[in-house]
């Protein structure tokens, strides 16, 4: 299954990338996709082990289980205001 | 720019400057004794570095739903749907307002809380990150709050020592 990440502010910058597709095995968690990015060495091991990931827009826990088409964003710190 | 009641409780993320004026246009009720603007503005010093502007990043749609949240909550916990909330993103410059927050209310405790409220979860929650761009010509990413996954249902807590908490 295919899904689309996203990475913004210091992780985009990090990564010199703010998307990318990524192809799973069904039924991956966030937790597997997080180590699978970061098991692909530089510039993905400077993801944060355990990042904050919105799921569709919603907050989510590294146990929850991707479906094909999700949005994944990778959320560093939030400073609005 | 009409505050009709069906856009109220009012959220919005934009590009270009904010108008108070017109947000304070989108409170206010014949019943209310108290209006309240607070204005975000940026300030041209942080951490003894001088600053010459701010950058604002969102991750534009979920910012617009957890925004469009917090006035809901705001807006629930105060038993008012007077409360109207815009935040700018983008290139801003010294003195540029960031964030407006109006709100009305019968009586001003009221408004003073829902003001509160909203500035500080928009500090926990938004998916908002901010740039600051220094004299020097060099910028840096500003150390935020961690994002958390509250259990779905339950309004976050107000954390420990939060100076408005109704007495």
Do not use: C
């Not at chain 2, 604002?56 to 008012?80: H, K, N, P, S």
């Amino acid at each position: 299954m295919q899904v689309r990440t996203l990475f913004f502010a210091g992780y985009r910058d990090a990564l010199g990338t703010g998307s990318l597709e990524v192809d799973l095995p069904e039924g991956t968690t966030v937790g597997e996709l997080v180590l699978r990015l970061r098991s692909r060495g530089a510039p993905f091991d400077r993801l944060p082990a355990v990042p904050a990931v919105a799921v569709n827009r919603t907050l989510v826990r590294g146990d929850a289980r991707l479906v094909s088409g999700d949005e994944i964003a990778f959320l560093p710190p939030v400073a609005g205001g | 720019m009409s505050a009709a009641p069906s856009e109220r409780p009012f959220a919005n993320i934009v590009d270009g400057p904010i108008d108070p004026s017109a947000l304070l246009a989108r409170v206010g009720d014949a019943g209310d004794g108290a209006v309240l603007l607070f204005l975000g503005t940026v300030r041209d010093h942080a951490d003894g570095r001088s600053v010459s502007g701010l950058h604002y990043e969102a991750y534009r749609e979920m910012a617009a739903e957890v925004l469009r949240a917090i006035a809901v909550e705001a807006a629930e916990r105060l038993g008012t749907d007077r409360v109207a909330v815009v935040h700018r993103v983008g290139e801003l410059a010294i003195g540029d307002v960031s964030v407006a927050i109006a709100v009305s209310s019968p009586h001003r405790a009221q408004a003073y809380e829902a003001s509160r409220y909203v500035i500080e979860e928009i500090k926990q929650r938004l998916p908002v990150w901010k740039r600051e761009i220094y004299l020097e010509g060099d910028a840096s990413w500003v150390r935020g709050h961690d994002l958390t996954v509250e259990p779905a249902g339950v309004p976050p807590a107000a954390p420990a020592g939060r100076a408005t908490r109704a007495r």
